[in-house]
């Protein structure tokens, strides 16, 4: 085996090491900024549904 093999080899490796590291990083890909814009969804729901009963209790409607 000459020097040349052994570096087409490392460099093979590498590429599959690499290729490896992108398949591990898209099955844990974890989406941030879609958990961020849920959750600001669900803060906005939460208060507008607290307005709209802070408004039925002023009026004294609650049932």
């Not at 090491?17 to 992108?22: F, G, K, N, T």
């Amino acid at each position: 085996m000459t020097t040349d093999d052994v570096s087409a080899n490392s460099v093979a490796n590498s590429e599959r090491a690499a290729d490896h590291e992108q398949t591990d990083e898209h099955e844990h890909f974890k989406p941030v900024g879609t958990m961020f814009i849920l959750a600001m969804f669900v803060v906005a729901l939460i208060m507008l549904w607290a307005s709209v009963y802070l408004i039925l209790l002023s009026r004294g409607v609650t049932t």
